[in-house]
């Protein structure tokens, strides 16, 4: 499905906050120790209507009164940027590791949402920044409805990457594993999520951006494919209350991803998300059932 570049619209927050980080990365200021956990708390949420049934159409759900639990950010990412500019951190070089989504409760359309959004942890490695981050949003059914951990870097020496090192190509060992599904990861899954999320960073969109970036080309979005994962998962009626993903390998658009899980524990399931040849792990993580 091919979402309208009119979603935009409802990005105001968004895409100040991205031009806010463009803007503070021309002034290079110092880094202000963290001493303790920083939050803040936004009442009265209540997400566009239009983008929560496009971001349903894209990963071809029901249109339903529930927003899927995994569009958080669309909520509390600008204000979670915020606090990250309050410490000096150079947010346009951060790096989203991966998520810990808990689901307590649903997340009811056209109903108020309040939100904590806290930075509880902030590592200074030599090489780069650690950030954990938690943001726990409400319903009028559940004071923590659904709880996410975000896992990030940034990193401090501009000649490293965390996509500089040489592909694998050693196949992975999937034989105790089920394969779930093989799917195609492409430009127009990039386009909708950008604009359902209001993330355009221009290495989800252009290739030669990306490449100036040191990649080979454009990547999906780690959120993007998080919530494709999800979903899957569900399809295939998995019935869980936690998930945790640590994103290892961007996934270059146009390319297959393959889906496995490992059922031999009753309570809790191992995924992993390879590339088509299996020489790539790009997502690996657990679900709690």
Sequence with gaps: ??????????????????????????????????????????????????????????????????????????????????????????????????????????????????SKIEIYDVKDLPSKYRINQRITTSSKYHTQ?????????????????????????????????????????????AQSYALISGDINPIHLSQKIAKLMGLKGSIMHGFGLFAILYEKLKKYNFEFSEIDVRFLNPVYLGEEVSIFIDQTDKTKRNIKVLSGDKTQLHLSGYISL
């Design 145 to 189: 409805a659904v709880i996410a951990e975000v896992y990030a870097v940034i990193l401090k020496d501009k000649s490293s990457s965390l996509f500089s090192k040489a592909p694998s190509t050693k196949i992975i060992n999937t034989d105790n594993l089920d394969h779930l599904e093989t799917i195609s990861i492409t430009k127009e899954d």
């Design 1 to 114: 499905m091919a979402t309208s570049i009119t979603l935009l619209r409802y990005q105001g927050d968004m895409l100040k906050t991205i031009f806010n980080i463009a803007k503070n990365s021309l002034k290079n200021l110092p880094f202000k120790k963290f001493e303790h956990k920083i939050k803040k708390e936004i009442n009265n949420i209540i997400p566009s209507a239009k983008v929560v049934s496009e971001y349903q159409e894209w990963l071809d759900l029901p249109l339903n009164n529930e927003i899927p639990p995994h569009l958080f950010p669309l909520w509390s990412y600008p204000h979670l940027f915020k606090l990250g500019q309050s410490l000096n951190l150079p947010l346009h070089k951060v790096l989203n590791q991966g998520c810990k989504l808990k689901v307590n409760s649903i997340l009811p359309t056209n109903s108020p949402l309040n």
